[in-house]
């Protein structure tokens, strides 16, 4: 009996092991760098040499992560999205990278770059075919489970091209208790959501938190300040249903970082990154980082930047509101001073009007910061200025920015303790003034 009840609580452990999401992985945002967005279904290495989907762009891309400093800024993950494999399955239901652009096979790849100190990620799709119409992975979920167990893949986006959007929910479910088993923590990113959005069916986010790491929310991102706009603005106009559901362990993916390409301008860059830092959005640069300027790469490797992107409570933030074209972003993050948090915002400007823009807002009634006896006020801080002093606002006071056409401020704005009588009572963070 005592035998029976043994294996019962074993069966159920594992059971529950298996249905939910137990990796541990992605407590913060994952940052990292993939091909779509730059190199996109780009195959023939004759044509494109320095940008077919190979092995030769990955180990250039791994080594550039680690002598360019992505790698010590916190990008850590090397993937690759579609097009990589080859066009049939083998006999058994295996599939195989293509060989004359992946001449040793993925498990030395993945070897190359986690000799670097990186992590490696591949692309598969849970229909029939991928998006560009490579093998999917129906009816083969447990063989590339394994297979990628094997070649020891640290990241998998599986996307929803052929398949039915209201039924693929189980066969991602499934596919996640399948690579649970592997016992290879495997971070899942799932595209479900922009597929059901696609067709008008709300996704259910209660399920999407216990199957996938991150997901895809809604379209490609493309290379224009356009798309970038588009997206935020599916963001803000869904937010209320959308991020309640992100944080530690699960994240909101508004798809690739694409600064350092052809589409935006300086301006335009700042205003992806401060839009999607304040969203709490996974940082996968999609970009060739052989080529990105000396500008836009210390806007990507902006530490302060990165650590509100990866603040520790992983709250998404929000739109608050337009005053004069120019949108508010808020979220926010750590420190918390006498019950108070500190907040990013950002000031996002959807001008053109030729000059910087100008706008005064007050602290409680435009940005809906929270005041209370023990803070006399904010230590603003410039997220793109580093360099420059904190200016300190009073509660009651207001705050001027001048935001370039098209471009982006971005802040932190410290709570600061009221001094007392018997001396500074100053935060641990060291903000009172
Ligand atoms: C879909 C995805 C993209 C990319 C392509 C690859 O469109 O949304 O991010 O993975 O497929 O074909």
């Given amino acids: 009996m005592k035998g ?90 295996v599939l195989w990278p293509n060989p004359e652009r992946f001449p040793n096979g993925m498990k030395h790849l993945a070897d190359y770059v986690h000799s670097k100190g990186l992590k490696f990620g591949i692309y598969q799709d849970i229909g029939t075919n991928t998006c560009a119409g490579y093998p999917g992975m129906r009816d083969f979920y447990e063989i590339d489970a394994k297979t990628f167990a094997e070649w020891e893949v640290d990241f998998i986006k599986v996307d929803g091209c052929y398949a039915d959007a209201v039924k ?105 990154l401060a839009v999607w830092t304040v969203l709490a959005a996974p940082l996968l640069l999609s970009n060739d980082l052989a080529t990105v300027t000396p500008e836009i790469k210390e806007l990507l490797l902006n530490r302060e930047i990165i650590a509100v992107d990866q603040d520790p409570m992983g709250i998404q933030g929000r739109y608050v509101q337009t005053i004069r074209n120019i949108e508010i972003w808020k979220r926010p993050i750590l420190p918390k001073v006498k019950e108070v948090y500190t907040h990013a915002i950002a000031f996002v400007s959807r001008r053109a009007d030729g000059a910087p823009y100008a706008i005064e807002v ?21 997220l793109f200025q580093t360099d420059r002093k904190p200016v300190f606002v009073r509660a009651n006071g207001t705050f001027e920015t001048r935001v370039n056409p098209t471009g982006a401020n971005f802040y932190r704005f410290v709570p600061v303790v009221r001094n007392t009588r018997y001396g500074k009572h100053g935060s641990s963070a060291g903000n009172s003034v």
Wanted: proline share 4%.
């Fill in 362 to 382: 007050n602290l409680v009634e435009d940005l809906g910061l929270r005041i209370n006896s023990s803070i006399k006020g904010y230590k603003v801080y410039d």
């Fill in 168 to 272: 693929m929910v189980e066969d991602y479910v499934l596919l996640g208790e399948i690579m649970n088993k592997t016992g290879r923590p495997i971070l899942y990113s799932c595209s479900w959501p922009a597929y059901q959005e696609e067709e008008d069916i709300i996704p259910d986010y209660e399920t999407l938190k216990k199957t996938c790491n991150m997901w895809r929310n809604w379209d490609d991102i493309e290379d224009s300040h356009s798309s970038v706009e588009r997206i935020t603005k599916y963001f803000s106009d869904n937010q209320y249903r959308i991020q309640p559901h992100s944080g530690p362990g699960h994240w909101n993916d508004p798809d690739t970082l694409i600064l350092g390409n052809y589409g935006l301008s300086y301006e335009q860059s700042k205003s992806q």
């Fill in 4 to 93: 029976h009840i043994l294996l019962l609580g074993i069966a159920v452990f594992a059971l529950g092991v298996v249905s939910a999401l137990e990796n541990g992985l992605a407590r913060k945002p994952p940052m990292g760098w993939m091909t779509w967005q730059r190199f996109r279904c780009i195959t023939d290495c004759n044509k494109y040499p320095d940008e077919c989907i190979s092995e030769a762009l990955i180990k250039r891309m791994a080594d550039l992560m680690v002598s360019e400093g992505y790698l010590d800024a916190g990008y850590d993950y090397v993937n690759i999205d579609d097009c990589w494999s080859m066009m049939e399955r083998d006999a058994d239901g």
